[in-house]
């Protein structure tokens, strides 16, 4: 981790990484510790279901002996502390704050007095289950929690040196090594959920050490090989209780294991899930040099990207399960887009980019950044989705029960705070997302403002990016050393004109897998535009979309444009679009912030009186009055920030 | 009940009534013996929770201390027998068969053994938990299953003037008279499936006891004075395991305890108990003159009928409850429209027609039977549907879990057989619904061959109805009988064209409330021909609903038409109509009986190959093909006949 030193200066950027390190992290802490005044939701939303109260530190004390009590709350509690904590390494890596990192020091400590001698971490099953420690996997989440320590572990050590936190994780990472594996005696199975696949090679990759490498290889390969290993399991399991109550008639799609990931040929089942199996597998072919896996990784890839993502970047086209349905099956109104899914898409793309510098990663990374990541996640930076829907109707939300899970406004927080620390170690450790570095190419995939320097063949290369991209598309590399090196740059799929000047004079570089490669003996002051006209488009989608059939969405550069109700009217689905019309752009500034509206004359259905009281008519009687309005249309990430109101992206086009 | 002798001769309803009786009655009755050889559908199907076997008759002989064992099956399994003989009743007044009259003879018998000596009567509690009666309302079924233990009752003895059958009624009443009222000591509650109500009613009009009519009285108006009475009740259960697990969390409105019924302005809960509901205080407001309580189903009809009706006659917006949503939202692919619920829908209207006869009930009851209602039986009998939709498109039925519900053929039976029984009981007692006669006029509501003899002031009149309705409509009536009264001929409301005949000649009738009024003093031989022009039309419905908003529906006299697979290729969202093209018919006899076809041209877009591996693009780059296809369209209620397949009600236009 942070090879090159990459400094983001970018405004639109800085903003969310404040937020994070200032108001989310430290508001987080107290949440952890139960100290944080808020007003937790008291709905159920899916399986997340809220808590009174995460007293997630509180177990680990019980865990190290330090509290008397019980375990409260999810099996799976132990991650938000977790997250918590590679978040906090990513933010000091942003900025030193002596402070947040002495609190964190203090959550290693006691992490450590957690661990179980045999190098077990657990606080539910130490505390309350220890006979049924790795016996209930398909729902235990046990290796899942172990994942994401092992990351914050990996990511903390990375940023701070504490010794401490790798010697937890490797002494965890050994004693799942001695329970599961290939050979007589051990576990041949896996979690549920998971997660432990990707941390153990990131541990592989910071430790050098091999056995962690094979085994991720062994959790891989060994998913799916015997569908009923969970059923299997079950029966044996020493507790008759479910871990996690009402969620027990998931069939093995959910889990991904099917059938073997080499053969999967569709993304199925819970889509986070997917998410981090796809991203361990493409590290592991990378890692590996495993072409078979390559290959498998490149067709679910495929399946999702061309059949089955909202144009929002959005995966997981049902609540019940939070899963994959069926090819070109993207309701826009009972999907559940959860920001985590999106979060692991850009994992998956950025190894897939590791493995093989193709636009079509970095593409997808930027679509589901721009868009449901950072929908995710209030303009204030206090408030959070799980679900990042494409059509809300306020009434529907409250009346329909199919749609109960798609809230109108971003709640405060979650008793169960998967997405907030996700969004949080995404965001503060983006400076890893921007740029591939490959042999003699700096490979540029998301455009950010920055002050960076690279090493290349043992040189240290200093360039400078000015932008105000994602607004407009004019981007400009100083280059501040002498130095041989290619610079690649993502030419985005959106964009239909740009050109490339060096030093004020246009070239035409040469194009690799979408990359313009700029190959040059560079001198210190070189300066490269690229220069993209950004300009809003309609987009429309495959046919086979039914929901958005005979409908167009607005997209200008990489942002999903939508229309709500506060500046257009309720009843969204009266208005239609002329795609002959001309797209009006303007800078605003207000309460959503210093961006670029647009503005569209369409047309709106006036409901007169002679549907009162009538609810199907001969078409003959009936008459079409319409009105002219100015469709006003806002970044789709900024919705849900004035209030509770209608929001649409698809809109009925001619 | 049969106070006038109707004799249906039309070959479409004697087909569904033969089946029932030859097919349906037989076949149900080994079920509920468990000597059926059925393959019983395994999967959840909401809160028809499939079993392995009915036990329902066995259920009664363990309570009646004949048999030993365990109460098997739905708390309200009981009321599956009460429905059966129901039917049977009904079935022997429409053609007498002793050895089916020999069996239901013995099931009376054996509920006599089973009632206990205060009058209780229910197999669960009886078996299972006598502590708990009446101590679980909101799940128990107990006062649900009561009545239609009545209902049966009431309709065996008008048939077959069962005494025994009577009197197990008027005790079982009269038990229940004992336990609930306003009086101290009495529970001042209700159960919560409505059903009571309406059977009291129903016991009092045959047997005059004002006790019986006071009870419904104190049911109705108790209803929802404390929205909290299923809690404040569940808290002094004395058992802490629900009566039906998994169903606890609904809110009052599932119940329609959530207000007084006088206050309730839309029709809110499972759609089914809002119909009994209704049906109850329509039955009330006539029997008591109660003018309060006919504005109370004045104002829930018009809620439903202009605001939460689908065009089939379907109600219910969701699965989840089975339950009424919002005004206007009417999603196709995801609703419920219980065959029940359209059965409620059609005692409900014909109670107000017993109020006050106005078309606009009797459209609706047309509607529902001709669409929803015989659309939840397959042509063969011995299929059938609780969930009838308007969109199906297979793959998703089977891939997505919310639209698991919809099942894309008809199952052979469920576990719990609720629908099955009731369509048997409306359809064998289809002529209580045909006419409304009130003071000295004849009003017809629902067109169907028959030969009938009607009391009026002392006299016999003898009419015969002769038509080929629904497929022409032209309908025939000759009086056979010199007599002074009126005939009251509803004018469809989808009726543009027709033309009224008496012996020959040209006639305009006054028209009252929709129904075309013919005034005169009758000679025998006289001949009135109600000549309605049938023609397939273009349905759209109103801009709010947003599922329909773009499309069309195609309506042919009472009948909803629908495009197939099948016929029409798959993705029946491509098809775009053009409502200018005008509606070909033809007559047609194959596997879906002899009945009329539409065929309309119609563009379908070709799907390309500009569209492989895309699923979004600037509308720039899209080019639209289309074909012209000559679209076919068949009756909703045949839809599903011929395997698996798409099905649309609504397509797009132009």
New interface residues.
């Given amino acids: 981790m942070f090879e090159n030193k990459i400094k983001i200066t970018a405004p639109f950027w800085q903003q969310y990484i404040n937020l994070i390190r200032e108001e989310m992290l430290p508001f987080q802490w107290s949440v952890l510790n139960d100290e944080a005044d808020i007003k937790i939701e008291k709905e159920r939303d899916a399986d997340h279901i809220p808590a009174e109260k995460s007293h997630a530190i509180e177990n680990f004390k019980i865990a190290a002996g330090i509290s008397k009590g019980k375990h409260y709350g999810m099996v799976f509690q132990d991650s938000d502390v977790y997250k918590w904590l590679e978040a906090v390494a990513y933010a000091l890596h942003q900025h030193q704050d002596d402070n947040l990192q002495r609190i964190a020091d203090g959550v290693v400590d006691l992490l450590a007095k957690a661990q179980q001698s045999d190098g077990y971490l657990n606080t539910y099953f130490t505390i309350e289950a220890p006979e049924c420690r790795y016996k209930r996997l398909y729902q235990s989440h046990e290796l899942y929690c172990a994942g994401h320590f092992i990351e914050a572990a990996v990511g903390y050590y990375s940023v701070t040196k504490n010794q401490k936190i790798l010697d937890i994780a490797c002494k965890l990472a050994d004693h799942i090594d001695d329970v599961f594996g290939s050979e007589d005696g051990k576990i041949h199975g896996y979690d549920g959920h998971e997660e432990i696949e990707l941390a153990l090679l990131r541990l592989f990759e910071l430790t050098k050490n091999d056995k962690y490498k094979k085994l991720a290889n062994f959790f891989l390969y060994e998913r799916g090989k015997n569908p009923n290993f969970f059923k299997e399991q079950q029966k044996t399991d020493p507790s008759t209780k479910p871990v996690i109550e009402?969620m027990e008639g998931f069939k093995p799609e959910y889990y991904q294991n099917h059938k073997p990931i080499l053969e999967q040929e569709t993304a199925e089942g819970h889509a986070v899930r997917v998410m981090y199996m796809c991203t361990g597998m493409a590290m592991l072919a990378r890692l590996n040099n495993d072409k078979k896996m390559f290959e498998a990784c490149k067709r679910l890839w495929?399946n999702i990207?061309?059949?089955r993502?909202y144009?929002t970047g959005g995966i997981g086209?049902?609540?019940?399960?939070e899963?994959f349905?069926?090819d070109y099956?993207l309701p826009n109104d009972?999907m559940y887009c959860e920001t985590c899914a999106s979060i692991g898409m850009i994992f998956f793309a950025n190894n897939m980019l590791k493995l093989d510098v193709d636009s079509q990663y970095a593409d997808i990374m930027e679509k589901a950044l721009y868009n449901t990541v950072i929908d995710g996640m209030a303009l204030d930076g206090k408030h959070f989705f799980y679900v990042n829907p494409l059509e809300v109707?306020p009434?529907?939300s409250?009346?329909?029960?199919?749609k109960s899970h798609v809230k109108t406004v971003r709640p405060a927080w979650f008793g169960c705070a998967c997405c907030p620390p996700n969004l949080a170690r995404l965001l503060s450790s983006l400076d890893e997302y921007m740029y591939t570095v490959k042999d003699d190419v700096i490979y540029s995939n998301l455009y950010v403002s920055n002050k960076s320097d690279f090493k290349i063949n043992n040189q240290v290369i200093s360039i400078e990016e000015i932008t105000d991209y994602p607004w407009n598309g004019k981007i400009t590399f100083k280059v501040n050393s002498e130095a041989t090196f290619k610079l690649g740059l993502r030419i985005p799929n959106?964009a239909?004109r740009y050109l490339f000047k060096l030093n004020g004079k246009e070239f035409t570089p040469k194009i690799e897998k979408g990359y313009a490669i700029i190959d040059r003996t560079w001198e210190k002051g070189d300066i490269v535009i690229f220069d993209i006209q950004i300009e809003a488009?309609?987009?429309?989608?495959?046919?086979?979309?039914?929901e958005d059939?005979?409908k167009?969405?607005i997209q200008r550069g990489p942002i999903i444009y939508c229309a709500e109700g506060v500046d257009n009217g309720d009843?969204l689905?009266?208005i239609t679009i002329d795609?002959n019309k001309k797209i009006n752009e303007y800078k605003d500034s207000d309460t959503l912030g210093n961006i670029v509206k647009l503005e569209l004359e369409a047309e709106k259905?006036i409901?007169d009186k002679q549907?009162n009281?009538?609810?199907?008519?001969?078409?003959?009687e009936?008459q079409e009055n319409v009105e002219i309005i100015k469709l006003k249309l806002i970044p789709y990430f900024c919705a849900f920030n004035r209030g509770e109101n209608e929001m649409a992206i698809w809109l009925?086009t001619k």
């Fill in positions: 009402g495929k990207v061309t059949k993502m144009i086209s049902t609540v019940i399960g899963a349905t069926a099956d009972t109707v009434q529907l409250h009346k329909d029960p199919g959106w239909n488009n309609f987009i429309c989608a495959n046919p086979l979309v039914r059939y005979g167009v969405a009843n689905h009266l795609t259905l409901l549907w009281d009538i609810l199907y008519r001969n078409i003959m009936k009925k």
